[in-house]
Each structure stands twice: as structure tokens, then as C-alpha cells.
């Protein structure tokens, strides 16, 4: 069984992007698929020091203790990451990046363990221009190609007010069949 993490840098539970998410894991729970949801907001993550400590054999994951450090784990167990953000300011959320940009830890040693694995993003911005999210796209299509992880997946959707993603038939299919699909 395929198992597929999904996680959330939206600020506001129930907003565009994590229903959006939610259609994706419930198309990949239908294909037969085990899912995980974390929501980065309801956590304590703080931005990278860039001290390097990580990449020290004598070190685990990150010195800094907050709850970064039990990510890490669940997402090297996956089989399927799906990142959720919304786009602001033509990049990822705060959450998002800060999570993100925690990824340093597993660079070195643990590196090995990411190529191969599968990576959707999915992104709701309040702009209808599809270029919006290139910055945001470009950043994960260039980080997960360096990590030799599959990105090849991303759906973008335009949604600017609460709860009008989920109004979007349309979109909630596309989120449907992409789930369905990485199962």
C-alpha cells in the first residue's frame, strides 16, 4: 500500500488550499492509498539557522528542538509527499518555507532516501494569471530535481476568497483525480 504524506502550509484550516489537499487525499484514500495530513501551522518550526549542524554524522536530524524534528521520519517513510500552499506575494506561505527550507537536514547522509520518491504540489493563489505561481513552482522543480525526487505533478488553482475552491467542481475533480492518481 502506497503511503502518502501530505502537508499543509496554509495558515487557515478549512481554507482553499487545504481543501484542495483534502480532495487529494481523499482521491488517493479511494485508489488505496494510506494518507497522513499535518497541518505546518499547528507546529512549532523555526527557520534554519544555516549553523550545518544537520549534516554532521553525530547529529540525528536539526539541533534546534522544536517539531521539525518528527517530520522528518514521516516524510522519509513516505512513498508520496503533497505539499499544499497558498501563493502569496508569488511565493509559498511563511509556514511553508520555513518547513521547507528545514529540508537542509536531509541533505546529506539521508539524501539517498528521498530520490525516487513522488511530489505533488498543490497551490491556491487569488490571482487567475497561471505565471503567479511560477516562482513557487520553479523553487520546488529546482530543489526536488537537485534531491533527484519525481516532481512532476502540481496543480494551481484559482481561488481567492474563503471557501471558493470548493465551489469549483472542476478544480475539486482535478484534485480528486490527481490523489487517485499517486495512489
Known amino acids: 500500500m ?8 496554509s495558515p487557515r484550516h478549512g ?6 489537499v483534502d480532495q487529494v487525499l481523499k482521491g488517493a484514500r479511494e485508489g488505496g492509498a494510506e494518507t497522513k495530513k499535518v497541518f505546518l501551522s499547528d507546529l512549532c518550526i523555526g527557520g534554519c539557522q544555516g549553523c550545518g549542524a544537520c549534516l554532521r554524522k553525530e547529529v540525528d536530524w536539526c539541533v534546534q528542538k522544536d517539531d521539525m524534528n518528527d517530520l522528518y521520519p514521516h ?3 513516505a512513498d508520496t509527499i503533497v505539499l499544499g500552499t497558498p501563493i502569496y ?3 509559498p506561505s511563511a509556514q511553508m518555507k520555513a518547513f521547507f527550507d528545514r529540508w537542509y537536514a536531509l541533505n546529506g547522509d539521508k539524501r539517498t532516501q528521498l530520490a525516487g520518491k513522488q511530489v505533488a504540489l ?3 493563489m487569488g490571482d ?3 505565471a503567479t505561481a511560477r516562482h513557487t513552482i ?11 525526487m519525481k516532481f512532476d505533478h502540481q496543480l494551481v488553482v484559482s481561488a481567492h476568497t474563503y471557501g471558493e475552491a470548493e465551489q469549483n467542481t472542476e478544480a475539486m475533480a482535478e484534485a480528486w483525480n490527481l490523489g487517485n492518481y499517486l495512489a
Open 122 to 124: 498543490v497551490c491556491a
Open 75 to 77: 516524510i522519509l517513510a
Open 128 to 130: 487567475t494569471d497561471p
Open 2 to 9: 502506497k503511503r502518502i504524506l501530505a502537508l499543509v502550509g
Open 89 to 91: 506575494w508569488w511565493g
Open 138 to 148: 520553479g523553487m520546488f522543480q529546482d530543489s526536488f530535481s537537485y534531491l533527484e
Open 15 to 20: 481554507g482553499n488550499t487545504d481543501v484542495l
